[in-house]
DNA sequence: CTGCTGCTGTACGATATCGTACATGTAACT
DNA sequence: AGTTACATGTACGATATCGTACAGCAGCAG
């Protein structure tokens, strides 16, 4: 299925990329390409795992579904990680949703075959063992950016967040739907993200949203962006976290 | 240093007590059994961890250190589990700090002894990597319930999660105390624990909290404790998290 | 062009929480 | 008993955000 593509490819997945040539040859044969397409659930919470995801392009939410209904963002999932921690960990499902939020491609991989692959691979154990204490790092600073961060603050992190994982400066986003991340009245976006736009950090119109002017942005957010930015970099060497370095 | 303990302890710590024979028989000559005190700090963000700790009794909580000078915690530790989350997922440090909020006792052991003896036995690798994906629903759930939900539920949840912890009904903590864990004011704490104690749920005085109506409390607190208890329960087995199992 | 639909701007009073200050109560120490 | 330190109760106006409603505006279908 995967064959036709050639081996040693452009993988825009930092894990996957970061694999030791005789590992990733290993993996290769039983990734697929796939579409991420807007609002596509990839995991249901309770619902086992059968199907792991290495985004290419584009990015998903992992979303701690609530009692009224509707569900908090904890997390996001794009380039520099995988989908399905529960899978990494040795669980069948997770409590967590998955959902794309920005459109785009991914490796995907059957739940079983990366199990077996991690058993037989110490270095891609390693590796994906590695990626989830950045990942938990990546939640837990959510959790305390959550309780005690102001809705301006926390939007400026969450675009930037965004852009690190988007492949350009704009993507499709409306403040209806950052107003469910962020868990807070789409009104409440509508103010914060016209600030952002008047102080020409952002710009947007009709569902998308361009950063025009990223280290302004930088500046209007809380320190939670960059500690986790700092975290990606440990993990993947200096440049990764920060735009324009996909290709190496 | 531990060798004086008998050898079939009664080991209140759940990872360890769910170990099979022969994995806790090789663990064992490396434990070392040491008070956890009030306000100690075992872990400090960017400092390399050299000692974990199984807690026996009392609890410790994570805390994300934040920029203005105090921290928000994102989740708690106690018997069901570990401390060094980065040992096991094999990075050196973490962001997050570790500090005991209810003193008691753990089992320490070196990092490096801890990490040999993952490599060498799967079936204990397993169950800390379980615990871990426990860890990270309990953490995500904070950061959604951190967003979403008011003081006087996520106050509530917070007193049953540490009485889950905890050896009694009762436990030293202040509504100063409490103020910092969930990020509101001390005065606001007053408030709604004024609330818990007119409706015969709880009882505090001096600086000491006792839960006296965990039914009432459990359904005062939002769905973020229920789903928190069930994830444990899954790994550890229907009474755990419930209180009153510590011995079988 | 017309009419829809979806995105964005804006308004209103209501509410939760804030920051701060001060009063009261309790226990330990002298 | 007097003092001190700390825990708790309570008050105040200020602020962030809520829930809701409605108006403007762009793009698309007919």
Same mark, same amino acid.
């Given at each position: ?117 991690? @058993? #037989? %691979?110490?270095?891609?154990? +390693? ?5 989830? &204490? =950045? ?6 600073? /959510? ?23 988007? @492949? #350009? %400066?704009?993507?499709?986003? +409306? ?5 469910? &991340? =962020? ?6 976006? /509508? ?24 280290? #302004? ?32």
């Amino acid at each position: 299925m995967a064959s036709s593509i050639p081996f040693t490819p452009s993988i825009r997945n930092r894990l996957l990329a970061a694999l030791p040539p005789g590992s990733l040859a290993k993996l290769w044969p039983q990734l697929t390409p796939v579409d991420l397409e807007l609002r596509q659930v990839l995991h249901r919470p309770e619902e086992p795992i059968a199907t792991v995801y290495f985004p290419e392009r584009g990015w998903c939410s992992m979303l701690a579904p609530l009692e009224d209904g509707d569900s908090g963002e904890v997390g996001l999932v794009g380039w520099e990680g995988v989908t399905a921690l529960p899978v990494i960990l040795g669980e069948a499902f997770d409590d967590l949703e998955v959902m794309v939020q920005c459109p785009g491609t991914a490796l995907s991989m059957g739940a079983d075959s990366l199990r077996a692959a991690m @058993e #037989g %691979d110490p270095v891609l154990r +390693t590796l994906l063992l590695r990626y989830v &204490m =950045l990942h938990h790092g990546q939640v837990a600073r /959510t959790a305390a950016c959550n309780g005690r961060h102001h809705t301006d603050q926390r939007l400026a992190r969450w675009l930037l967040m965004s852009h690190d994982r988007a @492949e #350009g %400066d704009e993507f499709p986003m +409306t403040h209806e739907f950052l107003s469910m &991340m =962020l868990g807070v009245r789409r009104a409440g976006i /509508t103010i914060a993200a016209g600030a952002l736009q008047k102080a020409g950090m952002i710009s947007y119109r009709g569902g998308r949203m361009r950063i025009t002017d990223r280290p #302004g942005l930088e500046s209007s957010a809380c320190e939670c962006y960059g500690i986790s930015r700092r975290a990606s970099e440990r993990l993947f060497g200096l440049n990764a976290g920060t735009r324009g370095e996909y290709w190496r």
